[in-house]
């Protein structure tokens, strides 16, 4: 008769959190800019010519931006793109626990 081979539980497998998604820090340091200047969602969105449901969508993580609508919400909040971008990545670094799965050598390989 074959061994039987007890699998591994869910237990014993290292526990590893999912990465967070690049909307939801897109999302969270939006609202954290806007509570930073003290701003309502509403007088937000006017400047970036959506609706306040729709800002509220992006805040929570719960609406994938176009580059466009980013842009446009960025420019309201008088942000850079390059300044928003990099704070996001800033976040989602500290959030990650794990060190990146592309190192600095592979990071210039892509680039050139």
Known sequence: ??????????ASRPSRQPEPLWREALGDRLRGIRHDRGE????????????PQYLSEIERGLKEPSSEMIAAVAGALEVTLI???????????????EPAAVGSRAMLSLAA
């Open 1 to 10: 008769m074959a061994e039987i081979i007890p699998l591994p539980t869910k």
């Open 83 to 97: 300044d928003l971008t990099a704070a996001v990545v800033d976040d989602l670094r500290a959030r990650t626990a």
């Open 40 to 51: 309502r969602l509403a007088d937000t969105a006017e400047r970036a010519g959506v609706s």
